[in-house]
């Protein structure tokens, strides 16, 4: 679009004339050497020197110059490339290559990512990011050039609403025109991205106006109050004519134009930082995750009216498509304003601009660093639950791989999204400012669809979706008469399968080992009927069932039966089970400590292909239904030889004295344990209560054997307190006591 929104109607030119900058109303691009300075005068003003130039002769001159011009070309290459990366996402979507995001499920608010997309798809959407954001971030920019070059030419006020107004209403009639054509009339408003740069553009557009109306009455009040200091006359001639004027240019009024200048960008800034932090503030679920989220956000947890709903948050309903809510994008085209103002300010040498961009964009790498590192300003806490997760539980869900670090938030943009785009679009514009005037005259191709964005967007849509919507009609039908050919004709129980809740009813009366192992594997929609059903994942013990009994625990049928010394047995009577670690298991192999390390190391190196597999399910799967919420560690506690007793610690007590609080139990209090995972969840039952002796007692010597390294000196001679000769009780590295001959007899 020769003059479109896309195309920002920048009039980035200048003219050289007299020796001066001066801003030029036309808008062509020529092949002189680029520059981003403003000029002596600028709108708004700023105090760049003490040369002034007559507000009453700069708009007849501007008009009057037939002097070759120049277009800054990094804004113009930038755009291109942002349209080259644009249609290649729009690619993915209209022939449906891949899926369109950078994890399974999109880039939603609050939507759980459980796997990655592969690398290359990945890779560009990565890069695709930086589109919608870049193509406001240079709008704004351009409202910038815009409203001081018709400035110049003596617009109104009320000329330039008009013009921002007419503009804003034809990008949302392309808007309209574009869903019904389409969709063949079934959606009437589609937002792609048209109708957000159109409003974005009009409050850009509103808000310089009103920054150029504020900033001089700021200057002014500010003026009063600072204390009048003026210099000596300065004489020179103005532009080109013949005369000479003297004036005398008062310290006190270039302060104030410099405050009002600085204050007003520091408004924008803030302006710019409020309007994309509204994002995380009006989050129906504030970016974190719900355990139960299926879809991403709740719909009752939203605005129920469209017309509101359609400027902040995403909007699909049968009619209405908006997927780039209008304010939830302004931040960046008052980002791009503020960077316009800053360029326009002063003649600035190249150096200045390149080093004030890269020092722009590493604030915002910084800043992108931070949300990952600090966890602020992210509207997916929570959410990441792939391999990369699973296998750093417990750390920083960012951290635990590159594609976790940049993976972003875009409907609607978060802050980590506003920082990470924000710096690839400044790297890329500095980048294209460092390459010479020779060689980026060569990037003909850029050049043109940065020049004439508009056209090229309506061209490539038209042509991409047509294209697309012909070669999945043609695979469609192929693989239609494809499955004819290879498949059997669908039967009467293939079709009462095929619905989920009868599927789901039937799967509900299997057992968990056919459930777990075979049913996932009959097909695709098997399987997503099993991993989202709310009801088959606690029945596979992979979700907490909240209608369990603690009193009642059930406990995991499918690790029972493949660990069964791991749960009490039916003649245990309740006692916990005691694996102790004696000499003769050592040396004999005998004792069943000896069984359980022996079976349990049997079954994971029987495959430990899967037993290794990041995504297995025993990563995962609950030991008992209610799930084990405080965890205990066995340790040896027999004050009696006829009993097996443990002792646990739980989480919640305090801990008074080096001695640490426990609770014990006694012949009539037994202990049921079951050992999962690491895991050991003691159960007690009731009996009659015993003395409780005054801390942790040491074993009997003939109950329980030492565990000594070989050559390891033996113990000293212990008291009757269990204290040895060192005065330090004994440390054991067993979990219980084995019982001795004569008890088992």
Not at 480 to 498: D, E, F, R
Request: with cysteine; aromatic share 10%.
């Amino acid at each position: 679009m020769g003059s479109g929104v896309l195309n920002q109607e920048t009039d980035i030119s200048t003219t050289r004339r007299g020796g001066a900058d001066v801003e030029a109303a036309s808008s062509m691009p020529t092949q002189a050497p680029q520059s981003y300075g403003g000029t002596a005068e600028t709108t708004p003003p700023f105090p760049i020197d003490d040369q002034p130039i007559r507000d009453d002769d700069a708009p007849r001159k501007i008009a009057n110059s037939t002097s070759p011009t120049t277009r800054v070309l990094a804004p113009d290459l930038l755009r291109g490339l942002l349209m080259v990366l644009m249609a290649l996402d729009h690619t993915v979507v209209a022939l449906n290559s891949w899926k369109h995001g950078q994890g399974g499920d999109g880039e939603l608010d609050g939507a759980i990512v459980r796997r990655w997309n592969w690398s290359l798809a990945y890779a560009i959407r990565t890069l695709t990011h930086l589109c919608a954001p870049g193509f406001t971030f240079l709008m704004g920019m351009g409202v910038a050039y815009f409203g001081r070059s018709r400035a110049r030419l003596g617009w109104t006020s009320y000329q330039m609403i008009r013009h921002f107004a007419i503009r804003a209403a034809i990008l949302t009639l392309i808007t309209v025109l574009m869903g019904v054509i389409f969709t063949a009339g079934k959606v009437w408003f589609l937002n792609a991205v048209m109708f957000s740069l159109a409003i974005d553009y009009f409050l850009a557009g509103l808000l310089w106006l009103v920054v150029s109306k504020t900033e001089p009455a700021l200057q002014q009040l500010v003026g009063r109050w600072l204390p009048e200091s003026t210099e000596p006359a300065a004489t020179q001639p103005l532009l080109n004519e013949s005369r000479s004027i003297t004036t005398t240019t008062s310290k006190a009024t270039a302060r104030a134009n410099t405050i009002s200048w600085h204050v007003h960008n520091l408004v924008l800034l803030a302006l710019a930082a409020v309007t994309i932090w509204w994002n995380i503030w009006l989050s129906p679920n504030s970016g974190h995750c719900q355990a139960e989220d299926v879809m991403p956000v709740a719909a009752t947890s939203l605005p129920q009216n469209t017309a509101v709903q359609i400027w902040f948050h995403m909007v699909q309903t049968e009619r209405i498509i908006s997927v780039f809510p209008p304010l939830a994008w302004l931040s960046f085209a008052i980002l791009g304003l503020l960077y316009g103002r800053l360029l326009i300010a002063r003649s600035w040498s190249p150096v200045a601009i390149k080093c004030t961009t890269i020092l722009a964009a590493s604030g915002f790498a910084l800043l992108f660093v931070l949300t990952r590192v600090f966890h602020f300003g992210n509207l997916s806490e929570g959410c990441l639950q792939t391999e990369d997760q699973a296998s750093h539980p417990g750390s920083n869900q960012y951290l635990a791989s590159p594609q976790s670090f940049f993976y972003v938030i875009k409907y609607p943009p978060d802050v980590a999204f506003f920082a990470y785009t924000m710096a690839g679009n400044l790297f890329l514009l500095a980048l294209f400012d460092v390459i010479p005037l020779q060689v980026t005259k060569r990037f003909t191709l850029l050049l043109t669809y940065g020049t004439s964005a508009l056209f090229f967007y309506l061209a490539h849509q038209v042509i991409l979706f047509s294209l697309g919507a012909v070669l999945q009609s043609l695979f469609e039908q192929l693989r239609i008469k494809m499955s004819a050919i290879t498949q059997p004709p669908t039967s009467q129980n293939n079709k009462v399968l095929g619905i989920p809740e009868i599927l789901e009813a039937i799967l509900l009366h299997v057992d968990m080992r056919t459930l777990l192992v075979s049913a996932l594997r009959v097909g695709r929609f098997w399987y997503f009927v099993v991993a989202r059903s709310p009801q088959l994942q606690r029945h596979l013990f992979f979700r907490e069932d909240f209608s369990a009994q603690p009193a009642d625990p059930k406990t995991n049928p499918l690790l029972r039966e493949i660990f069964p010394f791991c749960f009490p047995r039916d003649d245990d009577d309740g006692r916990a089970r005691v694996y102790a670690k004696s000499e003769r298991c050592a040396t004999q192999g005998e004792g069943e400590y000896y069984n359980f390390a022996r079976r349990t190391a049997a079954h994971i190196l029987r495959n430990p292909v899967a037993f290794n597999r990041l995504q297995a399910s025993w990563r995962r799967i609950l030991v008992q239904q209610p799930p084990l919420k405080e965890v205990g560690d066995l340790v040896t506690m027999a004050p009696d030889r006829r009993v097996l007793a443990c002792q646990t610690r739980a989480p919640d007590r305090q801990i008074r004295g080096p001695v640490p609080a426990v609770l014990r139990a006694d012949a009539g209090r037994a202990v049921t344990g079951a050992r999962a995972h690491g895991h050991l969840v003691p159960q007690h039952a009731r009996g009659p209560r015993r003395r409780e002796l005054p801390g942790p007692v040491a074993p009997p010597a003939r109950g329980v054997s030492e565990r000594r390294h070989p050559g390891a000196r033996p113990p000293g001679p212990r008291r009757e307190d269990g204290v040895g000769s060192r005065g330090r009780r004994p440390q054991y590295r067993h979990r219980g006591a084995q019982p001795l001959e004569e008890e088992r007899r």
